[in-house]
């Protein structure tokens, strides 16, 4: 069992940057591959970047590219999600999960966070 606690959420203005934090409980999170998602109202569950359970493979959705980040600190059991450059259609509840499959699939994450609010206003 894995719990998934995210922070760092909030009201920036478009172009501003922040920075994402997912603490898991339980001592098998350097097992787990982890992703970032979001939902934006009206919309699905949307697939942001993930990385592997050593931090060694990371993939981006082309929404991500080039201005997010994806991290891990095993030792802290702790997953980031640096934004940058951001801009209104980033909008939306950004959730962590946790996987033992490396996927971009939204069902094959089994764990997931209560997830945090990021608006980006012009």
């Known amino acids: 069992q894995v719990q998934l606690v995210e922070s760092g959420g909030g009201l920036v203005q478009a172009g501003a940057s922040l920075r994402l934090s997912c603490v898991a409980s339980?001592?098998?999170?350097?097992?787990?591959?982890m992703g970032w998602f979001r939902q934006a109202p009206g919309k699905e569950r949307e697939f942001v970047a993930g990385?592997?359970?050593?931090?060694?493979?990371?993939v981006y959705a082309d929404s991500a590219k080039g201005r997010f980040t994806i991290s891990r600190a095993n030792a802290e059991n702790t997953v980031y999600l640096q934004m940058n450059s951001l801009k209104l259609e980033d909008t939306a509840v950004y959730y962590c999960?946790?996987?033992?499959?490396?996927?971009?699939?939204?069902?094959?994450?089994?764990?997931w966070g209560q997830g945090t609010q990021v608006t980006v206003s012009s």
């Open positions: 999960a946790a996987s033992s499959v490396w996927t971009r699939r939204r069902d094959a994450y089994t764990y």
């Open positions: 339980g001592r098998t999170f350097s097992s787990y591959h």
């Open positions: 990385i592997t359970f050593n931090g060694g493979g990371k």
